[in-house]
């Protein structure tokens, strides 16, 4: 996200942040309708099946890494100039342990504490609907179809990220 936000103005970030967010919700969608197509008719799923879906996922996993070498080379904006001296101003260079510990204080404030309680449900949901109802679905000796049940599980979660 970082990259995002330095290669983005305040005309385009909306725009890219939209791109990005697609992107990610997309991926939802396409890696669950391939464990669909292929544990389509298994009861139970071999390892051979199980390679395809690694391979695939994998492949476009490779894919998106790669990518990231074609993006153009962020550029830091110029820093303003004093007007009093004429001067522009050093930007004082902060090692990994000085901005820890500056993360650590802002997580501390007010504001932030505040937010982490929604975070956690947050994240608690999140891992309901993507890591545990799946699974629990294809454990499920109720269901005949249960192992393609995994993935329209997804993929219905994943249309309702995108479109709820």
């Known amino acids: 996200m970082t990259y995002l936000i330095a290669n983005s103005n305040k005309n385009t970030i909306a725009r890219n942040a939209g791109i990005y967010w697609t992107f990610y919700q997309l991926s939802v969608l ?49 820093l303003e100039k004093d007007e009093e001296n004429d ?33 956690f449900y947050t994240g608690f949901e999140m891992r309901f609907w993507g890591g545990v109802l799946g699974p629990t679905l294809g454990f499920a000796k109720l269901f005949k179809n249960r192992k393609e049940l995994v993935g329209l599980t997804g ?7 995108c479109f709820g």
């Open 87 to 119: 001067e522009a101003p050093v930007e004082p260079d902060v090692g990994p342990m000085e901005e820890f510990l500056q993360t650590l204080k802002l997580i501390f404030t007010r504001n932030m504490l505040l937010l982490s309680a929604l975070f």
């Open 30 to 78: 396409i890696g669950n309708s391939v464990v669909y197509l292929v544990f389509k008719g298994y009861s139970i799923i071999t390892f051979k099946e199980r390679v395809k879906v690694l391979c695939f996922l994998a492949g476009i996993s490779a894919t998106g890494v790669c990518s990231t070498f074609i993006l153009k080379k962020s550029v830091k904006p110029p």
């Open 155 to 161: 993929i219905a979660v994943g249309t309702g990220n």
